[in-house]
């Protein structure tokens, strides 16, 4: 994994466990920590979060697809 948290190959994306992350069921806002970013076949991009208040792991498209992708509208960074 490169600095900015974006899985490159093939073993990294095994270590991180993407399985334990899902797609979010709901709209709303989150408070969320990005842990790994990576590119799909089709050049979507996924980020990975955790969410800080449930501990949940989510799963989020930046780009929305016909499967349905919950994309978010805006981030902040929070210090």
Do not use: P
């Not at 780009?63 to 805006?74: D, F, H, L, P, T």
């Amino acid at each position: 994994m490169n600095y900015y948290g974006i899985l490159t190959n093939d073993k990294e994306l095994m270590e991180a466990n993407l399985e334990q992350y899902s797609r979010s069921e709901k709209a709303g806002t989150f408070n969320l920590r990005l842990n790994y970013r990576t590119w799909d076949k089709r050049m979507y991009l996924f980020c990975c979060f955790t969410d800080e208040d449930t501990g949940e792991k989510i799963r989020l498209a930046c780009r929305c697809n016909s499967k349905g992708n919950i994309n978010w509208v805006m981030a902040e960074k929070i210090d």
